[in-house]
């Protein structure tokens, strides 16, 4: 009887505790940061980007090529566009090429259309694939003044979004893929897209629309408009980065 209340007891400490003695569990083995599953996504999405970015390199499309790759008249033109305006962004493809082509081959309205939904439904495509790649790493690893800068992007959400767009400078199709690392929501990613493509989109299909009818008048409009856009989008970032987080601008690099 003393004998099994012996077995009964196990020692902690110096409280006895009644019950069968604990196993202590094995602790899983240690991974460096560069060989956790997050990494290998991230790594994954990096060679994507950089393989698509060599390829829009190597292929270069134009205008001119693009255009001669679809007939306007086929009733299932319109169609196509959008599903190869959608493909060519998420391989990098500048929108503004495409917004130019649409303009070249359906006018400046519905050209401007069928690139902006086909752009759009891009945009989404990337951003689902940074998202899925990208998102784990980027929430376990951002610090400092970039983690704060991530937060105020996605605190201002759809109008972070708007401004990226309409800045000449910024990467359209990178950018569509790094938004998906960030915790920028889907719907004001989507919505921000649409607002800040829509501008420019019209812009360079007005652009496209007067090269093709040898319109002097409107190629001056529409470059005058395309040169406004590229300013406003430009002073518009300026004016959110100053009104970023005071502790933010506190922090070292």
């Known amino acids: 009887m003393q ?10 400490g110096h409280v006895v505790v009644d019950g069968p003695p604990t196993v202590a569990q094995p602790r899983p083995p240690y991974r460096p940061w560069y060989r956790t599953r997050a990494a290998y996504r991230f790594g994954a999405l990096t060679m994507l980007l950089a393989t698509l970015f060599v390829i829009m390199v190597v292929v270069h499309p134009t205008r001119q ?14 169609l196509v566009a ?27 309205g519905p050209g401007a259309g069928y690139i902006l939904a086909g752009v759009t439904l891009g945009a989404i495509v990337a951003y689902s694939v940074g998202h899925f790649l990208g998102r784990e790493f980027m929430a376990r690893h951002l610090r400092g003044r970039l983690l704060h800068f991530e937060r105020a992007v ?11 767009r309409m800045v000449p400078v ?17 719907l004001p990613f989507v919505a921000g897209t ?18 093709a009818h040898h319109n002097a008048t409107g190629m001056t409009i529409s470059a005058a408009l395309v040169a406004t856009l590229g300013v406003g989008g430009s002073i518009g970032t300026f004016l959110i980065w100053r009104r970023r987080p005071r502790r933010m601008r506190a922090l070292p690099a």
Do not use: C
Request: charge should be neutral; avoid cysteine.
């Open 170 to 186: 910024a990467p359209f199709g990178i950018s569509n893929y790094i938004f998906g690392t960030t915790s920028v929501r889907f």
């Open 65 to 78: 090529s693009l255009a001669g790759a679809l007939d306007p008249q086929n009733v299932f033109a319109p």
């Open 82 to 108: 959008v599903g190869a305006a959608a493909v060519l962004t998420t391989a990098l493809a500048p929108r503004t090429v495409l917004a130019g082509v649409g303009g070249l081959l359906f006018g400046w």
């Open 194 to 211: 649409l607002l800040g493509a829509l501008p420019a989109t019209l812009a360079y299909a007005a652009l496209g629309s007067a090269t």
């Open 154 to 164: 996605a605190n201002r959400g759809i109008l972070a979004v708007t401004v990226s």
């Open 3 to 12: 004998l099994e209340t012996l077995e009964r007891e196990t020692v902690v």
